[in-house]
């Protein structure tokens, strides 16, 4: 398994601004992501983080507005822009050891819009 | 399009009965399943995978794999109040990416 952290665990912000939660794991991963959960709903991945490049964005979610930086292997940054209440959500990150399949999460960040 | 498919539930049992989660699944080369228990507020926790067909044994958890039916299960036997929650099936076809299910909610009733 791995320990990740997620900072901030939980936020309310205002309507058109920005805001930028960090992803850590205790070790070098190979693949790290980003998902949305909306309440009641199941997970949609967002983006593929890649160390050193560009992320790999999923149908529907833009890099204008979910710019993502990984600058190493532990690290992994996702920022919201331009707020909106649909952006309301939870947000979580998880990664993938190189050879495993399996994927394991951070707690999440929990964003609140107004 | 890859389509993972659960019942929502709730699914209710009585305490020490034997819970029964399932999943079915489109991709026909998927390769790789998985099932995630996620507390209401909590993220997801991976709690069994499986790859091959049969069944595999975790403690009071077991998965049982039908590659040709495409369906996967998880049976949680001696249920506890609190292995209240909602299950996450998830699964991996030739991308590194799994596709989740919706999830089951699971209520355990003492």
């Known amino acids: 398994s791995a320990v990740i952290s997620q900072k901030p665990s939980r936020d309310i912000c205002q309507r058109g601004t920005s805001l930028t939660i960090q992803c850590q794991v205790d070790s070098q991963v190979t693949m790290m992501f980003w998902y949305r959960q909306q309440p009641g709903q199941s997970l949609t991945l967002i983006a593929t983080a890649n160390q050193g490049s560009e992320a790999t964005y999923e149908s529907g979610f833009v890099i204008d507005k979910f710019p993502i930086s990984r600058p190493n292997l532990t690290f992994s940054t996702l920022t919201v822009s331009n707020m909106s209440p649909e952006d309301s959500s939870i947000y979580l990150c998880s990664v993938q050891r190189q050879g495993a399949y399996e994927q394991y999460f951070g707690p999440g960040t929990r964003l609140t819009v107004t | 399009q890859k389509e993972v498919e659960q019942n929502s539930g709730p699914l209710s049992v009585p305490e020490g009965a034997i819970a029964s989660l399932n999943c079915t699944y489109s991709d026909r080369v998927s390769q790789s399943f998985f099932w995630y228990r996620q507390y209401s507020g909590k993220s997801p926790e991976l709690i069994m995978s499986?790859?091959?067909?049969g069944d595999k044994e975790d403690g009071r958890f077991t998965a049982q794999l039908n590659k040709a039916s495409q369906y996967v299960s998880l049976l949680i036997r001696d249920s506890q109040p609190s292995d209240s929650a909602t299950y996450l099936c998830?699964?991996?076809?030739?991308?590194?990416?799994?596709?989740f299910g919706r999830g089951t909610s699971l209520i355990v009733h003492p």
């Open positions: 499986i790859y091959s067909n």
């Open positions: 998830a699964v991996r076809g030739g991308s590194y990416i799994p596709t």
